[in-house]
């Protein structure tokens, strides 16, 4: 089942009015794994990132361009996304859908 952070944080919410050691220890989990998801990377409109998943880029001389991540590296502890022919971006300069970089008026973290 799919949740939120949200959802996460009302569940947690419920669990901890409660003294039985069951519930207190998933809402612990439950907060340990939030902490785990929000390292994952993201676009700049906070969509976790996967390898393959499409991305809208801005590419210096097409404009907004859609993109498969192909892969992912570190360089000097800075994450990048591969692209292909060359390609490379930070999570930060791209997002989910042309409609998210235009909501947001192109304007990135990076």
Not at 28 to 38: C, F
Not at 49 to 73: A, E, K, S, Y
């Amino acid at each position: 089942m799919h949740t939120t952070p949200e959802m996460n944080a009302d569940i947690v919410a419920i669990l901890r009015t409660s003294d039985s050691q069951p519930c207190l220890y998933a809402a612990l989990r439950i907060e340990e794994l939030e902490a785990i998801v929000d390292k994952l990377p993201k676009t700049a409109d906070g969509v976790w990132i996967v390898l393959g998943m499409d991305v809208v880029t801005h590419m210096m001389t097409d404009g907004w361009q859609p993109n498969r991540i192909l892969g992912m590296f570190l360089r000097e502890g800075v994450l990048w996304l591969d692209m292909g022919r060359g390609a490379k971006v930070r999570p930060c300069n791209c997002f989910s859908t042309r409609e998210a970089a235009e909501a947001a008026g192109g304007k990135t973290d990076g």
